[in-house]
């Protein structure tokens, strides 16, 4: 049996960086198109392949079944898979305004990638609201953001057997 969960819809902070990412996209295309210069369509051509590499990275669904969680993200992006039976501990998260980004991206339609803080050690973010984060820990970390956050806990929790 196969669980989907919808991510949670985008925060203030990453709504705001991806409406600008497209106003960026509309003025390059604006002056691109006004001042009839081949380097401005450079410029329209590189947000445009950043907005769409961005949309494919995001999560788009966590799923769980009887073996694994999978974060689902867009072709040509993998899932990421953890396996349930090495799952330890699932409980909400609060985010942390002292977490370093050691290899990631943040704020187009998500942010995902490797960040470290003093609480969690090194964790792979896959979310696309701050406030809405679940950890899943297993020995390694993952900071997820459903659209409801409970009910994804208490379900996994469930199904491993964990109070």
């Known amino acids: 049996m196969k669980t989907t969960y919808p991510p949670a819809k985008m925060d203030t902070a990453i709504t705001i960086v991806t409406v600008s990412v497209f106003l960026l996209l509309g003025f390059f295309l604006v002056l691109a198109v006004s001042m009839h210069e081949k380097p401005m369509w450079g ?30 993200r867009g072709w040509p992006f993998k899932s990421i898979m953890i396996p349930k039976i090495q799952i330890k501990d699932v409980r909400p998260v609060s985010r942390s305004w002292k977490t370093i980004r050691t290899c990631g991206v943040g704020g187009l339609f998500g942010s995902g990638g490797w960040f470290w803080n003093k609480e969690l050690g090194h964790f792979l973010v896959a979310i696309t609201n701050g406030h809405k984060l679940v950890l899943i820990a297993n020995g ?24």
């Open 140 to 163: 390694g970390k993952f900071v997820i953001s459903p659209e409801n956050p409970d009910r994804f806990i208490q379900d996994l929790k469930s199904s491993l057997g964990l109070s």
């Open 43 to 72: 410029a329209v051509a590189l947000v445009a392949v950043v907005i769409a590499v961005s949309w494919q990275m995001r999560p788009a669904r966590y799923e769980v079944s009887d073996e694994s969680v999978r974060i689902v």
